[in-house]
């Protein structure tokens, strides 16, 4: 079964860190690109990073440049974002995604597998 796996969200204080895992299973990462998105409550699924199927290649929304940062263990199949400096507008489930391609082109509407998602909250 093929399926990805996100870890590692909670509750966090404003300015704290946490490092999310995005795990495969069934299938190897190695020829794919890997996006993180996130939904926060009542409004879209937005794009915050993709890496490039070798990890070469990295790209950032805006809101989350200088703070969070996307790598990839292509032995251990797993996709990291880590995330410092967290805000309140941080809080949203996090998913990664995956789109067969080497590039770093992480579309909302052209992935090809999706986890579940896991919850992060920033707050006081």
């Known amino acids: 079964q093929l399926q990805l796996v996100e870890s590692g969200g909670g509750l966090v204080q404003p300015g704290g860190s946490l490092r999310l895992s995005c795990a495969a299973s069934g299938f190897t990462l190695d020829y794919y690109a890997i996006g993180w998105f996130r939904q926060a409550p009542g409004k879209e699924r937005e794009g915050v990073s993709c890496?490039?199927?070798?990890?070469?290649?990295?790209n950032y929304a805006d809101s989350v440049k200088g703070r969070f940062t996307i790598s990839r263990d292509n032995a251990k199949n797993t996709v990291y974002l880590q995330m410092n400096s967290l805000k309140p507008e941080d809080t949203a489930v996090y998913y990664c995604?995956?789109?067969?391609?080497?590039?770093?082109?992480?579309?909302?509407?052209?992935?090809?597998?999706w986890g579940k998602g896991t919850l992060v909250t920033v707050s006081s």
């Open positions: 890496i490039s199927s070798s990890g070469g290649s990295t």
């Open positions: 995604a995956a789109r067969l391609s080497s590039g770093a082109v992480c579309l909302l509407h052209g992935m090809d597998y």
